[in-house]
T-cell receptor, first 114, second 114 residues
């Protein structure tokens, strides 16, 4: 497994502003992902954070809204840009370690946009 | 399309009673399957996983799950539920040919009565 931390753990933001969420892993991992969990919903994959190249976004998510950085194999950031109340969600990063693609999740960042 | 279905949105059991949470999958080939638990205000914790081999897998916290190919199911069970088991449970699957696309079910909210 892996120990994953996220900052901030929660935040309240004003609409139109941006928030950058950090994800730190205690070991080098090849694959890192960002998910969104809207209130009362399941998890939806936003993108795969690729080290040294642009992130790979899922349908419905775009780089201008959710820019992602992955400067090394232990760290990634997700920015939620020009926020609206609809962006209020839990944002989770996850990593793949070991065989079979097991994903381990960080504690999440709880975002409320007013 | 690959999918994971959790038919029960909400289940209520009494403390000490047995528990079974249902999960059905639809994949072209045998997927890798997972159960995660999300306690209030927490991230996702991996309970157990199935890749191949023995169809009855043991997990943490006294949980087990049985893979049944004939029924396309991967139900989670616990013989005696504790009040601390109250949480949201997610079944998830990933194609054995992919290390990326983890598909989540919609989740089952478990309430435990004293």
């Amino acid at each position: 497994s892996a120990v994953i931390s996220q900052k901030p753990s929660r935040d309240i933001c004003q609409r139109g502003t941006s928030l950058t969420i950090q994800c730190q892993v205690d070991s080098q991992v090849t694959m890192m992902f960002w998910y969104r969990q809207q209130p009362g919903q399941s998890l939806t994959l936003i993108a795969t954070a690729n080290q040294g190249s642009e992130a790979t976004y899922e349908s419905g998510f775009v780089i201008d809204k959710f820019p992602i950085s992955r400067p090394n194999l232990t760290f990634s950031t997700l920015t939620v840009s020009n926020m609206s109340p609809e962006d209020s969600s839990i944002y989770l990063c996850s990593v793949v370690t070991g065989a079979g693609g097991t994903q381990y999740f960080g504690p999440g960042t709880r975002l409320l946009v007013l | 399309a690959q999918s994971v279905t959790q038919p029960d949105i909400h289940i209520t059991v009494s403390e000490g009673a047995s528990l079974e949470l249902r999960c059905n999958y639809s994949y072209g080939a045998t997927p890798y399957l997972f159960w995660y638990v999300q306690s209030p205000g927490q991230g996702l914790q991996l309970l157990l996983k199935y890749f191949s081999g023995d169809t009855l897998v043991q997990g943490i916290k006294g949980f087990e799950a049985e893979f049944k190919r004939s029924q396309s199911s991967f139900n989670l069970r616990k013989p005696s539920v504790h009040w601390s088991d109250a949480a949201e449970y997610f079944c998830a699957g990933i194609s054995s040919g992919s290390a990326r696309q983890l598909t989540f079910g919609s989740g089952t909210q478990l309430t435990v009565l004293p």
